[in-house]
T-cell receptor
Framework: EDQVTQSPEALRLQEGESSSLNCSYT??????LFWYRQDPGKGPEFLFT???AGEEKEKERLKATLTKKESFLHITAPKPEDSATYLC???????????FGAGTRLFVKA | GAGVSQTPSNKVTEKGKYVELRCDPI?????LYWYRQSLGQGPEFLIY????????DSGLPNDRFFAVRPEGSVSTLKIQRTERGDSAVYLC?????????????FGNGTRLTVT
């Protein structure tokens, strides 16, 4: 059964303090790994898709990387507006549903 | 352009009542998904439509839950004989197509509270 585990559950950073969020996954065959951002009271907002081990994607202060078992979301010099829940999700080659982890709640203090 | 629209944004109902939740996907998106999200958890898959047909309904928890998409656009999630455990945020998402890695575009959800 496909599974996604995210750690830590919550992360508190000072503004400018870089860190990484972890996503461990098991999937029968990876079609894609996705990162989303979710603000309180809103639906998840798409950030990145990664397809194969070794791939990296960047957007502003965020960089996502992928290995055969994990993905990392690196946050460089975060700002308070980066505070949100970050969700990792996978889709396998045999189906259409996207399976989500429980997310990491990021708090960035000015 | 317009994103995914869900109505109502909040719904409070009594245990045992019937509710309908509506989703208007992004125009031109053929794939539509329903998810359920409880506090502190990630979205949990319920059902996936490709066009008018439910291609995968394996996430529906029991036969009290049913969803339709009769014209391949708007979808309605229907819950019969609601229970307090059904309380959650119900999210709808659409994507250009379900056959590749098109990302999901989510609405802001309907918060269902069963009293």
């Amino acid at each position: 059964e496909d599974q996604v585990t995210q750690s830590p559950e919550a992360l508190r950073l000072q503004e400018g303090e870089s860190s990484s969020l972890n996503c461990s996954y098991t999937v029968s065959g990876l079609r894609g790994l996705f990162w989303y951002r979710q603000d309180p009271g809103k639906g998840p907002e798409f950030l990145f898709t990664l397809y194969s081990a070794g791939e990296e994607k960047e957007k502003e202060r965020l960089k996502a990387t992928l290995t055969k078992k994990e993905s990392f979301l690196h946050i460089t010099a975060p700002k308070p507006e980066d505070s949100a829940t970050y969700l990792c999700a996978v889709r396998n080659t045999g189906g259409f549903k996207t399976i989500f982890g429980a997310g990491t709640r990021l708090f960035v203090k000015a | 352009g317009a994103g995914v629209s869900q109505t109502p944004s909040n719904k409070v109902t009594e245990k045992g009542k019937y509710v309908e939740l509506r989703c208007d996907p992004i125009s031109g998106h053929t794939a539509l998904y329903w998810y359920r999200q409880s506090l502190g958890q990630g979205p949990e898959f319920l059902i996936y439509f490709q066009g008018t047909g439910a291609a995968d309904d394996s996430g529906l928890p029991n036969d009290r839950f049913f969803a339709v998409r009769p014209e391949g656009s708007v979808s309605t999630l229907k819950i019969q004989r609601t229970e307090r455990g059904d309380s959650a945020v119900y999210l709808c998402a659409s994507s250009l197509t379900g056959a590749n890695n098109s990302p999901l575009h989510f609405g802001n959800g309907t918060r269902l509270t069963v009293t």
